[in-house]
């Protein structure tokens, strides 16, 4: 899979266009300012909760760049918190980036550098360039001033050195309570940038670390670990969304100040801000505490395994990516563009099958009682190689309940009592009666006639009918569930609430409809969990990582109505 998206960047100018981020790395190359001219990135997830969508451009954009220029790119874990993460979002980050079509050159942890991110920190003491403080969390804002305002120091900053690195070694030394003492970066209180103001470089936190275990009780902050991760495994570019604009000077102080030779090049890029879905991985965790939904890999869920159980490709969601490009400014993207995606490839990939998700019983009287035909069917009329498949026709099948109306509006060119339609690959259909029930007078049956000439759909005489409907023989259906998903949330923003209330509040009630007793046919009873189909005039859907023999479950990727198409042909895009 790399190696196709590495032929498509080199031989395909659509698939990576140039960038801004493209024309700092040309610049670099053409001044000389690459080691040996390769260019090296990372990509750092935190593992703290599951990769979403928005990473999913990050890692595009991380290892999309590096295979453009034909350089190397790691995969990293920021693993400085230890009371957040788990082993089970590090073995699942490294299935999405997989899944994706990326391989990392090397995989490495934030945590293997601690011994040297600790002797980096000593240096700082020795130089004058940090100082252990024991203000409160609240003291330190107080002090930290505002965005009007400046900072004032901190009591403890005039600190010696001796006396700096003394306590520093007893706090390594676990004789200090958790959040009695940090040690900050000495830098400039004075600072227009908050972010230089003494910043916090070590806390003490006491939790049992995924990898390290017990044995550190200090851990460094993000701001000043990742720069010492770049540096060591010699990143030549750092590439991070725009929230950390504001943090490259801290990023370019570090590096400068911890006598490491090489020097990589942080560069900014807007995040991705996709309609109807919430993009904090806190927030996403907090959905699934508290149930809201079944997991990190619901479908309604904006990750990497919820998308992928839903039915989305890695091609889809990498030409998503593409489409969307890479920007400095920040937007709401159209969730429809995402959608567009997943259509364009499964159009040319799904196979077309029948299935009767709302079914309604159908009679034909003259078709020979106990007679079984079976019809060739093309797998994909958009892809010939997909080949046929056989599908039984009998005299009773089902259809959709709304695709019969007893008094129908005019230009409902389905079927009604003595109308004509078409049933897809096989007969003229004309209905007779309507049966119901007697009690409630709801319709629980149409008896109606064919004809043997239409065979294939088509008349000998000429005569038009314009109604096609999909069917499945009752006979032979295979009875399955099928999930359809709306959005999870019912505001384009989320955080668009009123006062007092959270993101919670948009929750959309009808997110999950779970239809029971819909009627499939029966080469889906082989659909293994991942396999996606389209259900004819209905969508896409995909069979269900719970999906059995047993019991069919599927899950409805997107439906056929692309409102993305019509919008980009109009503006030409």
């Given at each position: 899979?790399?190696?196709?998206?590495?032929?498509?960047?080199k031989?395909?100018?659509?698939?990576?266009?140039?960038?801004?981020?493209?024309?700092?790395?040309d610049?670099?190359?053409?001044?000389?300012?690459?080691?040996?001219?390769?260019?090296?990135?990372?990509?750092?997830?935190e593992?703290n909760?599951?990769?979403?969508?928005?990473h999913?451009?990050?890692?595009?954009?991380?290892?999309?760049?590096?295979?453009?220029?034909?350089?190397?790119?790691?995969?990293?874990?920021?693993?400085t918190n230890?009371?957040?993460?788990?082993?089970e979002?590090?073995?699942?980050?490294?299935e999405?980036?997989?899944?994706l079509?990326?391989?990392?050159?090397?995989i490495?942890?934030?945590?293997?550098?601690f011994?040297t991110?600790?002797e980096c920190a000593?240096k700082?003491?020795?130089?004058?360039?940090?100082?252990?403080?024991?203000?409160?969390?609240?003291?330190m804002?107080e002090?930290?001033g505002?965005?009007?305002?400046?900072?004032?120091?901190?009591?403890y900053?005039n600190?010696?050195?001796?006396?700096?690195?003394?306590?520093?070694e007893?706090?390594?030394?676990?004789?200090?309570?958790d959040?009695?003492?940090?040690?900050?970066a000495?830098?400039?209180?004075?600072?227009?940038?908050?972010?230089?103001?003494?910043?916090?470089?070590?806390?003490?936190?006491?939790?049992?670390h995924?990898?390290?275990?017990?044995?550190?009780c200090?851990?460094?902050?993000y701001?000043?670990?990742?720069?010492?991760?770049d540096v060591?495994?010699?990143?030549?570019?750092?590439l991070?969304?725009?929230?950390?604009?504001?943090?490259?000077?801290?990023?370019?102080?570090?590096?400068?100040?911890?006598?490491?030779p090489?020097?990589?090049r942080?560069?900014?890029?807007?995040?991705?801000?996709?309609?109807?879905?919430?993009?904090?991985?806190?927030?996403?965790?907090?959905?699934?505490?508290e149930?809201?939904?079944?997991?990190?890999?619901?479908?309604?869920?904006?990750?990497?395994?919820?998308?992928?159980?839903r039915?989305?490709?890695?091609?889809?969601?990498?030409?998503?990516c593409?489409?969307?490009?890479?920007?400095?400014?920040?937007?709401?993207?159209?969730?429809?563009?995402?959608e567009?995606?997943?259509?364009?490839?499964?159009?040319?990939?799904?196979?077309?099958?029948?299935?009767?998700?709302?079914?309604?019983?159908?009679?034909?009287?003259?078709?020979?009682?106990?007679?079984?035909?079976?019809?060739?069917?093309?797998?994909?009329?958009?892809?010939?190689?997909?080949?046929?498949?056989?599908?039984p026709?009998?005299?009773?099948?089902?259809i959709?309940?709304e695709d019969?109306?007893?008094?129908?509006p005019k230009?409902?060119?389905?079927?009604?009592?003595?109308?004509?339609?078409?049933?897809k690959?096989?007969?003229?259909?004309?209905?007779?009666?309507?049966?119901?029930?007697?009690?409630?007078?709801?319709?629980?049956?149409?008896r109606?006639?064919?004809?043997?000439?239409?065979?294939?759909?088509?008349?000998?005489?000429?005569?038009?009918?314009?109604?096609?409907?999909?069917?499945?023989?009752?006979?032979?259906?295979?009875k399955?569930?099928?999930?359809?998903?709306?959005?999870l949330?019912?505001?384009?923003?989320?955080?668009?609430?009123?006062?007092?209330?959270?993101?919670?509040?948009?929750i959309?009630?009808?997110?999950?409809?779970?239809?029971?007793?819909?009627?499939v046919?029966?080469d889906?009873?082989?659909?293994?969990?991942g396999?996606?189909?389209?259900?004819?005039r209905?969508?896409y859907?995909?069979?269900?990582?719970?999906?059995s023999?047993?019991k069919?479950?599927?899950?409805?990727?997107?439906?056929?109505?692309?409102?993305?198409a019509?919008?980009?042909v109009?503006?030409?895009?």
């Amino acid at each position: 899979m790399a190696d196709e998206i590495k032929n498509a960047i080199k031989d395909n100018e659509e698939f990576t266009p140039s960038n801004f981020i493209y024309d700092f790395i040309d610049e670099d190359l053409a001044a000389g300012k690459v080691p040996n001219n390769v260019i090296y990135t990372r990509f750092p997830p935190e593992p703290n909760g599951y990769l979403h969508i928005g990473h999913a451009k990050a890692i595009c954009i991380d290892f999309g760049t590096a295979l453009k220029y034909g350089g190397k790119c790691n995969l990293r874990f920021d693993d400085t918190n230890p009371s957040k993460e788990d082993v089970e979002y590090v073995e699942s980050i490294q299935e999405d980036v997989k899944w994706l079509g990326f391989n990392w050159d090397n995989i490495f942890y934030a945590s293997d550098y601690f011994e040297t991110m600790y002797e980096c920190a000593v240096k700082l003491i020795k130089k004058g360039l940090a100082f252990v403080c024991d203000l409160t969390a609240e003291e330190m804002r107080e002090y930290r001033g505002t965005l009007t305002s400046s900072g004032k120091n901190s009591p403890y900053r005039n600190r010696t050195v001796e006396e700096n690195l003394n306590i520093f070694e007893k706090m390594k030394s676990g004789e200090f309570a958790d959040g009695s003492k940090v040690l900050r970066a000495k830098i400039d209180m004075s600072s227009p940038n908050i972010n230089m103001r003494d910043p916090v470089i070590y806390r003490i936190a006491r939790a049992n670390h995924h990898r390290t275990a017990d044995k550190w009780c200090i851990y460094p902050m993000y701001d000043y670990a990742h720069p010492i991760e770049d540096v060591v495994e010699g990143i030549t570019h750092s590439l991070c969304s725009l929230e950390f604009e504001d943090h490259r000077p801290l990023y370019d102080w570090v590096k400068e100040n911890i006598d490491l030779p090489a020097k990589p090049r942080q560069i900014e890029f807007a995040r991705l801000n996709l309609a109807y879905t919430q993009m904090s991985k806190r927030k996403l965790l907090q959905l699934v505490k508290e149930n809201y939904v079944s997991g990190w890999d619901d479908p309604r869920m904006p990750t990497i395994s919820g998308l992928r159980r839903r039915g989305y490709t890695p091609s889809s969601i990498r030409t998503f990516c593409e489409k969307i490009g890479v920007a400095k400014n920040t937007s709401m993207v159209d969730y429809a563009l995402l959608e567009h995606c997943i259509r364009e490839d499964l159009n040319a990939n799904a196979s077309r099958v029948m299935a009767v998700l709302n079914p309604l019983k159908v009679v034909i009287d003259n078709y020979p009682e106990g007679q079984v035909e079976w019809f060739d069917i093309e797998n994909n009329p958009e892809n010939p190689d997909m080949g046929t498949r056989k599908i039984p026709f009998s005299k009773e099948i089902y259809i959709e309940q709304e695709d019969f109306m007893e008094d129908p509006p005019k230009k409902f060119f389905r079927l009604s009592p003595g109308t004509e339609v078409r049933l897809k690959n096989t007969y003229f259909i004309k209905c007779e009666r309507v049966i119901k029930d007697e009690a409630t007078g709801r319709i629980i049956e149409l008896r109606c006639t064919y004809d043997p000439d239409s065979k294939g759909g088509n008349s000998p005489d000429g005569r038009k009918v314009k109604g096609t409907l999909h069917w499945v023989s009752a006979a032979h259906a295979v009875k399955a569930e099928i999930r359809v998903y709306d959005h999870l949330f019912t505001k384009t923003d989320p955080e668009d609430v009123e006062e007092g209330k959270d993101f919670r509040s948009n929750i959309n009630p009808d997110s999950l409809q779970i239809l029971e007793n819909c009627m499939v046919e029966p080469d889906l009873v082989s659909a293994k969990p991942g396999n996606r189909f389209q259900f004819l005039r209905m969508g896409y859907y995909c069979a269900d990582t719970e999906s059995s023999k047993d019991k069919l479950i599927f899950n409805r990727t997107v439906s056929l109505k692309d409102t993305w198409a019509k919008v980009a042909v109009k503006a030409n895009l």
